[in-house]
């Protein structure tokens, strides 16, 4: 197994329009070529019929990681501040017993980076894949009227369009129907469930797995499928419900194209401050116009800019991370072009 073709697979993406949400061909490529040599080496039945875990009580009742194999026990155990972040601590886990399944069969390749690259994919391998994709990337929100906070942890080697992929070939491979389809997207974070549906149309669909048994060399004797195979009756297309209306060809460059992002929760406070103190000004300046006391002039703005504050602290708007990240970047480079000047 040889190091893959792309500098970082957790940032190759394609940079068309039309593949925003996979991997780039030639990463998919190495990621075939993988699975197939795993699977030649393991045989395809885990790959088949394992169950897919998915992130409920009945699969991870417990918040635990791999420690270690001492002989033929592997060993595993929890850092105590990870008890409060299941959803974290699991997608760990299942990497970490990705790794000791690798180890006892002898997988491991002495490249660490390309081991952890393998060990994701893995995973996949293993029934793991949902989890997996999942805490690739997790962004969560919390708070109240008066304030919002948000948390970005990202985990893994294989960026989330690269390990949605794997996980949309899987269930190509197992001939899942197009409702079990639809559930597996369904349980997906928002972004990975954009890049599993793209990865499911861009290798044709439900109709789409006997291409993809045939490349990673799993024959007619090995295609016993579990229950996950698809019903005569049930064979049919995924909606369009995410797909985007644009053309194949167009390659329109977007600011926030190939870039994983998610909402970030603003309030108005700032701008209700601003806008409540210029009104306050030109209230003062009329009143001190017409008479009132001169402290009324500072006055004035500060109480209005206080209550447009409190106005705007209850008003949140959501914005595009990218967006954010684009405005700063252009801030940046017009301080850097003002200094020049």
């Not at 595993?76 to 970490?96: Q, R, T, W, Y």
Request: net charge negative; aromatic share 6%.
């Amino acid at each position: 197994m040889g190091q893959g073709p792309a500098k970082s697979r957790r940032d190759g993406v394609s940079t068309k329009m039309a593949d925003v949400h996979l991997p780039t061909d030639e990463d998919q490529e190495w990621l075939l070529d993988q699975l197939s040599a795993l699977i030649e080496r393991q045989g395809a039945a885990t790959f088949l019929n394992a169950p897919i875990l998915e992130p409920t009580e009945e699969h991870s009742p417990d918040h635990w990681t791999f420690v270690g194999i001492d002989g033929n026990t592997c060993r595993f155990g929890a850092a105590k501040h990870n008890l409060g972040d299941p959803e974290s601590i699991v997608g760990v886990m299942c990497h970490e017993v990705a790794h000791a399944y690798r180890a006892f069969h002898d997988l491991n390749e002495p490249d660490s980076t390309l081991e952890e690259e393998l060990t994701d994919l893995t995973t996949v391998y293993l029934g793991f894949g949902l989890i997996t994709t999942n805490s690739s990337l997790l962004y969560r929100t919390s708070g109240d009227l008066w304030s919002t906070s948000y948390s970005l942890k990202a985990s893994g080697y294989l960026s989330p369009p690269t390990m949605s992929f794997l996980l949309a070939i899987q269930a190509l491979c197992r001939g899942m129907s197009s409702s079990r389809i639809r559930h597996i997207s369904g349980a997906l974070e928002r972004t990975q469930k954009a890049c599993f549906r793209a990865s499911i149309k861009a290798k044709g669909g439900v109709a789409g797995g006997e291409e993809l048994l045939s490349k990673l060399g799993i024959g007619e004797a090995d295609r016993v499928r579990g229950s996950d195979a698809t019903p005569a009756a049930d064979v049919g297309e995924l909606d369009d419900e995410d797909d985007d209306e644009q053309g194949e060809d167009e390659e329109e460059e977007l600011f926030n194209l190939g870039k994983n992002t998610f909402r970030v929760r603003r309030s108005r406070a700032v701008r209700y401050a601003l806008v409540g103190g210029f009104g306050g000004f030109i209230v003062g300046t009329i009143a001190v116009a017409v008479g009132a006391p001169g402290f009324a002039l500072p006055g004035c703005p500060l109480v209005f800019a206080l209550l447009g504050a409190a106005m705007g602290v209850g008003i949140r708007v959501d914005y595009c991370s990218a967006a954010i990240d684009v405005a700063l970047e252009r801030a940046d480079r017009l301080d850097v072009a003002t200094e020049i000047e």
